[in-house]
């Protein structure tokens, strides 16, 4: 399968039909992405060149698959990978929110940071996933993402309080994504798709519906 290179604003914008304002929050997110760079590694030093493709489509393609979302929940979010993007992405819709869950307080305050230049609708939770699936409930959340967090079995147990009978869940995952459903069937029940990436042939998008734990109730069943 031949994969595009969406490495410019003017790419990036004709893959994904984004206004002109949406290139101008991302030029935004991409230069203070490179300041702080230098003073704390929030992103692979050798990505740094191809944030466009590498960062900013590789998250922006989530919304191509539901591009009538307007609630999500982004787990372990590190720089802002997908959560922060979708929001950019989604600035002009109203109704848009995203949350960001990242236990890093530096990473947080450049979230923050972007937030801040760029206007967009964010929520962001500064405390560790487990800690929040404890305390916190997101009733509205239709969407729950993560990428490059950890092997599906583990990723699912951090999903799981968060999950409704409505909720679908988009795990970016590399070339062992099957290898991984496999995996994390062992332990639990679900709907799965996989849908291939945009950025990288030998990578997919893990779709997740109707989770449960063997052995226990639906996830989120009483939300």
């Known amino acids: 399968m031949s994969i595009p290179t969406l490495d410019t604003p003017d790419r990036f914008a004709a893959h994904f039909n984004v206004s002109r304002e949406t290139i101008e929050r991302l030029v935004i997110y991409e230069a203070l992405l490179k300041q702080w760079q230098k003073g704390t590694n929030l992103v692979a030093p050798k990505s740094l060149d191809a944030i ?7 998250s922006a393609q989530l919304m191509t698959i539901a591009p009538d979302a307007t609630k999500w ?5 590190g720089a802002g990978f997908p959560g922060l993007v979708i929001a950019i992405c989604s600035a002009n819709r ?21 937030v801040r230049e760029t206007g967009c ?4 939770h500064c405390e560790r996933i487990e800690s929040l699936g404890t305390t916190a409930r997101f009733d509205d959340v239709e969407y729950v993402t993560a990428r490059a967090l950890s092997p ?15 909720t679908t869940g988009f795990f970016l995952k590399g070339r062992n994504a099957e290898q991984e459903l496999s995996g994390a069937e ?12 945009v ?3 030998e990578a997919s998008i893990i779709q997740v519906n109707r ?6 109730e639906a996830c989120g069943g009483g939300k």
Do not use: Y
């Open 52 to 58: 466009w493709h590498r960062h900013f489509a590789d």
């Open 73 to 77: 929940l982004d787990l372990g979010s």
């Open 94 to 114: 109203e109704d848009s929110l995203v949350h960001l869950v990242e236990s890093n307080a530096r990473k947080c305050a450049f979230c923050h940071e972007v």
């Open 121 to 124: 609708s964010v929520e962001i």
């Open 152 to 166: 599906l079995n583990d990723l699912l147990a951090l999903a799981a309080p968060f999950f409704s009978a409505r």
């Open 186 to 197: 062992e332990n639990w029940m679900f709907e799965a798709r996989l849908h291939p990436s």
């Open 199 to 201: 950025t990288d042939a």
């Open 211 to 216: 989770l449960q734990r063997k052995g226990s």
